[in-house]
Every structure is written in C-alpha cells, then in structure tokens.
C-alpha cells in the first residue's frame, strides 16, 4: 500500500497573517493622529498650526493714518541744473615781456582793480620817454612858428612881405598843431602799454589755480591766460524745462511775477539755496525738444560751486485743493488709490484722480472728501475690508508691532494678496 504524500508548508503561507495585522495597527495608529490634530485645531487646543491660524484670523493690522485736508499746495516744476559762475574771466597780458612779480594766491578771493601780476615795465617805459621827448621837440618848433607867424601878419600889415608867405607860414603851423596831436597820441599809447604792465582783477571774484609762474614770458596771443576769475556772489544755475511747460512759466513772467527756485543737494533731499529765475532762453532746442532757464543766486555762504549739479524746483504757482500724503497713494491695475479708514477701523480700497505733487504733498482731483482718514504707513500687508488698529503719537510703527511668526515671508500662512491687483 503506498504511502501518503507529505504535505510541505510554505513559509509565506505564515506569514501573511501577520502582515495584515501590522497593516491594521499602522492605519489605526494614523487614524488616531489624524483625528487628535483635527481635534486640537477645532478645539483650540495647544499646537503650532492651531496658533498661527487663530492669531491670523483675529489679528487687526496696525497702521498710521492721515487726515484728507483742504490746503495750499504749489506747482512745482523740477529739473536737474548745472551751478556756472556768474561771470568767467581768463586774465590775459595785454603786453609781452617776462612776469616780474605775481601778488596773488591760488584760490584768492579779489575785488576789482586789486593787482595781480606786474611784467617788466622798462622796454614800456623807454618807449614811453620817447615818445614824451619827441613831443617837447614838435612843441617847440610849432611855439617857434607860431611866433614868426605873429611877424609875417604884422609885416604884411605894414605891406613889407607878400600874402604868399603869410600863408605859407600859417600852413607850417597847422602842420606842427597836426604833429602835436599825433605826439599826444603817440605818448598816451606809450603810457597806456606802460600801465598793462601791471596786470589788475577786471571783477571780484575767486581766483583759479595760476598758470604761469614768475620768471616766465608771457604775450598778448597766449590764450591760456595766467588765472582764471570766477564771480561766485551772485551765482547763476542753468536748466532745462520740456517745451510743454514752458507756456505755464511764461504766463507768469508776462504777468510781471518773479519765480522761485529752491536747490536741493544730489539725493533731492536737503534744500540747500534759494533763488529767483532770472532768464528764459530765446530758441527751443529741437534735439531735445526742452529750453534753456538761467536763475540767480546769492550765495552768501557760498555754498555753489561752479559746474555743480544740483536739483531745481521752479515754483510756478499756489493753488487749493484737497491733499493727502504721496505716501499714501498707492498704483495698481485700477490706477491710483487709496486705502481709507472707515468708522469701524476697516480699510476700503477708493480710486482716485491725482493732480499736481508738491514733495511730500500730492493733491486729489476726485475720489475723496475732505475729513477721511487714509492709510499711510502698514500698507504691505492690507487687503479689501482687513480690520485695522491705527497707531498714533510714539507707538512703535506697523513694521515693528507685526507678530515675528506673522512677518512677511514667515510663517506656514498665505500672503495676502497684492494691492495692485485690486479692483
């Protein structure tokens, strides 16, 4: 009788008992962890996710708020100008011969007539003896003339000589009377070539860096000159206007008004002189399509230096209007607005219609009333109808009160989204 087959048992066929029992014990485990975050975060209990949430849905923004007034605001026209001396001399010799002596200093400040260089006068001063010793010579022979012309008239009185040398002697006087006239000349260009000799500030003003030194020659063709004078009291700073404003500038020059121009340093922040405008260019410049201002300036403190840029506001005119701050206008795909502050300390995107900006001032066309409160400072992080705390006086500003964990870019949350997408 055969014998029964032994039945061999797989390995696998033990254990995929408890293979399912570990998978039912991780899902369970799982369901169970799932189940105590949803309880914490709808319960409020204690947890990381459950705070943050909380704190965002209750949080009310700090920001600083201003008041729309009525008010003054000036048309301002800006441009950026070229400080230029008032008036550029090249002191130049008017005479060649070698620079004896120079009397200034560099940087020197000089009025006019005070002495500057002297050139070696004697060559001038020959010429001028000269001319001074032909001119007794030429006297003396027109007083001996003269003399024997009083003779001939009294002769010919007495019909001693004939009319013919009475007139031949009075010409010879004209012709020494001519020759005076020309010694005199003669003696006042050699004094005249004496005097510039010594070289003297033609205007007050500060001197350049020499360039010459003593010893040298100099000449009348040299087109360097020996220094450089610039009158910096007044100063004047040239500038460019677009030709489309030029009517408005116009207008109020014709109506007998004197414009102002302040100056403010290169950031455009520190005004640094003012002054009045003083000229209008006679030609649009048809390259650039703009023309040519010239304003004046004391410069008492001179302040201005000669080829300085600086940056000009022109102030055309005063006009009323609504103002808020710039800061507070804001640019979107709506174009400008604003976030205003209602009753219940909640934010309202409004359009507006901007009109004329004065610094820190703009002026609203349309779009508000005067009364409202907008947002100034804290606008990074507001959106339509956000609740708001407003921070006044010396209360840390809206950057600084934000929660750390609720910064922007920190945090597990969503930023809001960006005001330009408003609408």
Known sequence: MAEPRSVSHRPGHRRWPWLVLVLIV????????????????????????????????????????????????????????????????????????????IFFSDGQKVNAGDMLAQIDPRTYQVQLDQALGQQKQNEAQLQNAQRDLQRYQLLFKQNSIAKQQVDAQAALVQQFLGSRKSDQAAVDSARLQLDF?????????RLGLRKVDEGNMVNASNTDGIVVITQTQPISVLFTLPQAQLPEVLAQLRAGKTLTADLYDRDDLRKIATGELMSVDNQIDVATGTVKFKARFANEDESLFPNQFVNVRLRVDTARSLLVPTMAVQQGSIGAFVYVVDEGDKVHIQRIVTGRVDDK?????????????????????????????????????????????????????????APASAH
């Open 26 to 101: 991780l899902a369970a485990g799982a369901y169970w962890l799932v189940g105590r975050d949803a309880g914490s975060m709808k319960g409020g209990r204690p947890g990381l996710g459950g705070n943050r949430m909380a704190a965002m849905a209750n949080m009310k923004t700090p920001v600083r708020v201003a008041t729309v007034q009525q008010g003054s605001i000036q048309h301002t026209l800006k441009a950026i100008g070229t400080v230029t001396a008032f008036n550029t001399v090249t002191v130049r010799s008017r005479v060649d011969g070698e620079l004896q002596k």
């Open 197 to 205: 000799t010594r070289i003297t500030a033609p205007i007050s003003g």
């Open 361 to 417: 001032l703009i002026a609203v066309e349309s779009g508000l009333s005067e009364g409202q409160r907008v947002v100034v400072e804290g606008l990074d992080r507001l959106r339509e109808g956000a609740a708001v705390e407003v921070v006044t006086g010396a209360q840390a500003s809206p950057a600084a009160a934000m929660p750390a964990g609720l910064a922007a870019g920190s945090g597990d949350g969503a930023a809001p989204a």
